[in-house]
């Protein structure tokens, strides 16, 4: 019954094992979900407060399918505000998400067997949207520290290769691209004129090392090819709102839009506005959110190198500690499994993510989550 294209699809192992957390949490079970990166913080007060004012008002009806004017707006000032770019209405839109925006960029960029370089440790769902878009993954190892490996990058480009897809920081390993690497990607894209750079910058708020590096800023050039993908998923404890937005060339954009016209439509009415004073209202929620994500990285990293068998760097970046459990003689799958099995700790595989002797586990998660679960996986370690 499924058709051809159905059957290359993998589950998504986040959601997957977040889903199976949560049900073992429903029938009593004591498990500390480590897994989605989803942070514990609630909404902030003053975007609480315009989706339900736009409620009252009945804002309840479509929307152009690429947002409202006034979150376009507000999209554009961000970049010019934050990054030093200047985009109009006509090279931003809203989606359902920022998965969904880079659905629609996969399936506007990709003809058949054109190729996607990517580098592993990657976000599970790249590889997925890639074959759905019947494009090819072209997986680039990363350095041991994570950093972009260069060379193979420019000796992986063939005549087929058609976007360069890059994460800073990183999902799942946290790491912040240099500028130093930026430079080289920038020569890179200027080197081989038919390459398009889609740049992920869903974490771009949550640093502890360095800082954020827009390859677009530094190559004003080439702002016709490249794609910027955000969100306000992470930054403003909004996941469940499902509003991305993403910034690129005018001509990308109106392909994306005409796709979403035939998709979704316009993303929520209410998270457009909710969204609009997320990006435009006050900053402080976001300060207070990175300043508490500091302490638990530095908390789970200390206490998680403290244990036999597994080892982590701290994160550049996003709320994720990417710990290697080689040691350990089991691989992702069979240490997740038994860890939430026998010890009630939900963590992510790194299979999911390319890299089958690590694990990743969301520091987003509350203080008292995160004792609980070093404590258990302490024990844990002990039996293997």
């Known amino acids: 019954m499924k058709s051809e294209r159905a059957k290359k699809i993998s589950p998504s192992a986040t959601l997957e094992i ?4 949560k049900k073992m949490k429903k029938e009593g079970k004591d498990v500390v979900i480590l897994a989605a990166g989803e942070p514990d913080f609630p909404t902030p007060r003053r975007i609480k407060d315009a989706a339900i004012k736009a409620i009252e008002n009945n804002f309840t009806t479509y929307t152009p399918t690429s947002g409202i004017p006034e979150l376009k707006e507000a999209i554009c000032k961000k970049f010019e505000r934050d990054n030093g770019l200047k985009y109009t209405t006509k090279e931003v839109m809203a989606h359902c998400g920022g998965k969904h925006a880079l659905y629609l960029a996969f399936q506007c960029l990709l003809n058949p067997k054109d190729e996607v370089i990517l580098h592993i440790p990657y976000w599970n769902s790249y590889i997925e949207q890639v074959k759905l878009a019947e494009g090819l993954p072209v997986e680039i190892m990363s350095k041991p520290d994570m950093s972009l490996d260069m060379d193979q990058i420019k000796s ?4 087929k290769t058609k976007v360069l897809l890059i994460n800073s920081p990183s999902n799942p390993s946290g790491y912040v691209i240099k500028k130093e690497e930026a430079l080289v990607i ?11 750079l889609i740049s992920d910058e869903v974490y771009e708020y949550f640093i502890y090392e360095g800082k954020h590096i827009n390859i677009a800023s530094l190559f004003p050039e080439l702002k016709e090819r490249i794609l910027i993908v955000n969100a306000v998923s992470k930054s403003y404890s909004m996941t469940g709102w499902r509003l991305g937005y993403c910034a690129g060339p005018e001509e990308l954009i109106s392909s994306m839009t005409s796709l979403q016209d035939h998709m979704t439509s316009n993303p929520s009415s209410i998270s457009q506005i909710a969204a609009v004073e997320a990006i435009s209202g006050e900053q402080e929620d976001v300060k207070i959110m990175l300043q508490e994500f500091t302490k638990r990285r530095s908390f789970l990293v200390d206490t998680l190198n403290r ?3 597994i080892s982590c760097s701290p994160p550049g970046g996003a709320f994720y500690a990417f710990v290697n459990i080689e040691k350990t003689g089991m691989n992702s799958v069979t240490f997740a499994d038994k860890l939430l099995s026998e010890s009630l700790v ?3 595989p790194g299979k999911a993510f390319g890299m089958d002797n690590y694990i990743r586990l969301s520091f987003a998660a509350s203080r ?3 004792e609980k679960g070093v404590e258990r996986i302490e024990k844990f370690l002990k039996t293997v």
């Open 368 to 370: 008292e989550a995160l």
């Open 346 to 348: 939900a963590v992510i």
């Open 307 to 309: 244990f036999p068998l």
């Open 186 to 196: 920038g020569e890179i894209l200027l080197k081989n004129k038919d390459l398009f």
């Open 18 to 21: 977040t889903s199976r957390a």
């Open 156 to 159: 992986s480009i063939t005549d």
